[in-house]
């Protein structure tokens, strides 16, 4: 996303992480978007495209729910646990879901919610 000079911000629930990352000049915030007021607070209904990469089913639950109750039209990309989760993301909360192929804390795991991303945001190349 930088290299395409995309606007966007992160967050994360590990307070550490978050400051480490905003040490490198990052935009990364630390704070849940299960919470409206989170929601709000950032503006993320202004968000062309968020996506939702957090662990676990019922956190990756917890946020779409949450984005789609205040939001209904945004576009959200996700990373499902297993394809019965993608599924039901899909067709219950109109997401696109991705199921990971890669360990959970693989680097590599980016890439393929990278290139959705970019395709999303209409860069090809």
Same mark, same amino acid.
């Given at each position: *996303? ?12 590990? %307070?550490?992480? #978050?400051?480490? #990352? ?15 007021? +989170? ?6 209904? @202004? $968000?062309?495209? %968020? +996506? +939702? $990469? ?8 917890? %946020?779409?729910? $949450? *984005? ?11 990373? /499902? #646990? !297993? ?6 993301? &899909? ?5 696109? $879901? *991705? ?8 680097? *590599?795991? @980016?890439?393929?919610?990278?290139? /959705?991303?970019?395709? !999303?945001?209409?860069? &090809?190349?």
């Amino acid at each position: *996303l930088d290299e395409k000079l995309v606007n966007y911000i992160c967050f994360d629930l590990d %307070v550490q992480r #978050a400051t480490d #990352a905003r040490d490198k000049g990052k935009p990364v915030f630390f704070g849940d978007l299960g919470r409206p007021e +989170v929601l709000e607070y950032f503006r993320v209904g @202004s $968000a062309k495209l %968020v +996506v +939702v $990469a957090v662990d676990g089913v019922k956190a990756t639950n917890r %946020v779409v729910v $949450a *984005l789609r109750k205040l939001y209904p039209d945004l576009e959200i990309i996700a990373r /499902a #646990a !297993n394809k019965g989760h993608r599924r039901r993301l &899909s067709t219950m909360l109109g997401v696109v $879901a *991705l199921v990971p192929t890669l360990p959970e804390r693989s680097r *590599l795991l @980016s890439l393929p919610f990278a290139g /959705a991303v970019l395709r !999303n945001l209409n860069y &090809s190349k």
